[in-house]
């Protein structure tokens, strides 16, 4: 795979096993929540908001991001629901919610995989990240292919035959907003100069949508009646930022799917290591777990290979969309950070 990438590469395996170790905390909160899952979600997001506002108030270049921010979208230059990434980790979150507990973890991954792959080959197609359109090269479908094969046999022996299977729309429509999330929070990014930046306004986004919904819920259904004393189940906010930076940044070296399957990936391994480390819920590690873990390495290997990782523009296909740039045609208009 080419060098200059391999660091990227890393890092977004790496942002995938945090991804499970935030699934985790915030699946310990809601549980001691009494299973309200809108709260777990919104103290998640929302602890992650402020300590990115505070950071805002201490570091001037941060500030100076969310200016030209706010400036691009005001010229036009970015558009308004650009900024708006965050929903689509909101709609993730209350998805997990609504339908973990009908089709169960197992299924519930396959359906975001399949979602993601779907959205990342789409999405890259038509130039909605800020590399612009991207062929959907040989290697890329095969890779695309080979992890969500690497999902359902990591999970095969967890499926069972009477699921109402017509809940997997939600998941699979979790699984694109995820890939729209990365996408659009890249053109963030590049218009601050700042990954910091770009994960303010994700966690801005997603705080704000799912503060909508947690008051709806407590209007219906009354507030949790306590708060749970472990301080460690509050830390999602924080490794919510750590990922979501990671991806920020690695959007544009990358390609929306390629870095969807190393973050795929990186959950598939980090969820193996709690379970190894510090298992949960009667948790079990299988054979078909490592099996698929080492199919999806196999996947991003060969995705990252030369004219497997983000493909040359494309010419006379859609067009990017307004605002967004291609890797090797910076937008003049936009200040450098």
Request: one cysteine or more.
């Amino acid at each position: 795979m080419p060098t200059a990438t391999s660091p990227w590469l890393l890092l977004a395996v790496f942002s995938g096993a945090l991804i499970s170790l935030q699934s985790r905390l915030t699946g310990g909160l809601a549980a001691g929540l009494g299973g309200d899952g809108s709260a777990a979600a919104v103290l998640s997001f929302g602890s992650g908001l402020l300590v990115l506002a505070l950071g805002l108030c201490a570091v001037r270049t941060a500030r100076r991001g969310v200016t030209r921010v706010v400036r691009d979208v005001r010229a036009r230059r970015l558009r308004p629901w650009q900024v708006l990434g965050g929903f689509g980790g909101a709609a993730f979150v209350l998805t997990q919610g609504l339908t973990v507990g009908v089709l169960g973890v197992a299924l519930f991954s396959v359906a975001v995989v399949a979602g993601q792959v779907a959205g990342g080959l789409v999405f890259d197609r038509v130039g909605l990240g800020p590399a612009g359109p991207q062929r959907p090269t040989r290697r890329r479908v095969v890779g695309a292919l080979l992890v969500l094969a690497a999902v359902v046999l990591s999970v095969a022996d967890k499926l069972g035959g009477n699921l109402p299977y017509a809940a997997l729309v939600l998941p699979l429509v979790a699984g694109v907003c995820v890939s729209w999330q990365q996408a659009v929070n890249g053109h963030v990014r590049d218009a601050s100069g700042s990954a910091y930046t770009g994960t303010f306004f994700n966690f801005l986004a997603g705080t704000g949508a799912l503060a909508v919904v947690f008051l709806v819920h407590a209007a219906l259904a009354g507030l949790p009646h306590r708060l749970p004393s472990e301080p460690y189940l509050y830390l999602g906010g924080l490794v919510g930022i750590a990922f979501i930076s990671i991806a920020v940044a690695a959007v544009r070296k990358l390609g929306v799917l390629l870095l969807g399957l190393c973050t795929i990936t990186g959950q598939l391994a980090g969820s193996l290591a709690l379970d190894l480390l510090l298992p949960h819920g009667g948790t079990e590690v299988t054979a078909a777990t490592v099996a698929g873990i080492a199919l999806a390495l196999v996947a991003v290997t060969v995705a990252a290979l030369p004219g497997g990782g983000p493909g040359r523009v494309v010419t006379g296909g859609a067009p990017a969309p307004r605002g967004a740039t291609t890797a090797s045609e910076p937008s003049p208009d936009r200040p450098r950070g």
